[in-house]
């Protein structure tokens, strides 16, 4: 079978949820510290907090259980990925301008035209991805494409092969966006994909 030739995304199962998370959260308390001591050197000694309460931060706990969530290793709960994406954007807007591109959070309303090219960006995707499968509702090829690890050029190859279950096309669209999957079949088939899959680069791309 021919390969996509370029990874779009990054590889959902290479991303270690616990250092995503803490990198996460260290760049909100670099950021509001530096915010803090612009108005007063006192009250950035106050904002900035030890290392090791980062990973009982807000942000840090809903990266890393949203990451978890995404890779099929653990469920949220009575919290839903939707609300969990809804409480970090507000909380990590003030970082969308930090130099390091890695870790920046999209808006609420830009999470429709949200591409996988960061870790926290993928997480983001395969979470509502997977979110939206659980309930039996279409997925997009974006969303399957980041939880299985595969870029979408690689994974609308599969589709048109027939090898993706519950695969279907959107009437009157072409392209990558054309396809999108549903069912339990579908569930199943991304847990194998996802459990069969090794860290580093996405499928379909250059290693």
């Excluded at 706990?61 to 949220?76: F, H, I």
Aim: charged fraction near 25%; include cysteine; aromatic fraction near 4%.
């Amino acid at each position: 079978m021919s390969r996509a030739k370029r990874p779009d995304t990054v590889r959902l199962g290479a991303i270690d949820a616990s250092t995503l998370a803490h990198r996460v959260a260290s760049e909100m308390r670099d950021h509001l510290t530096r915010q803090a001591r612009a108005l007063s050197p006192a009250v950035g000694l106050i904002v900035s907090p030890a290392v090791d309460a980062l990973d009982r931060s807000i942000i840090y706990r809903l990266v890393d259980s949203l990451t978890l969530y995404a890779q099929g290793r653990r469920e949220l709960g009575t919290v839903s990925a939707s609300e969990c994406v809804a409480q970090l954007t507000p909380l990590y807007q003030s970082c969308m301008r930090l130099p390091d591109k890695r870790f920046r959070a999209p808006t609420v309303e830009g999470l429709a035209t949200l591409e996988p090219t960061t870790e926290l960006a993928c997480v983001i995707i395969a979470a509502l991805g997977r979110e939206q499968m659980d309930g039996g509702k279409p997925v997009t090829a974006k969303e399957v494409a980041c939880l299985i690890g595969v870029d979408r050029a690689y994974l609308t190859i599969l589709a048109n092969a027939g090898e993706v279950p519950g695969a279907f096309r959107v009437p009157g669209v072409r392209g990558l966006d054309e396809w999108r999957f549903k069912g339990k079949k579908l569930a199943r088939w991304v847990g194998e994909k996802q459990a069969q899959a090794p860290s580093g680069r996405v499928a379909g791309g250059a290693s």
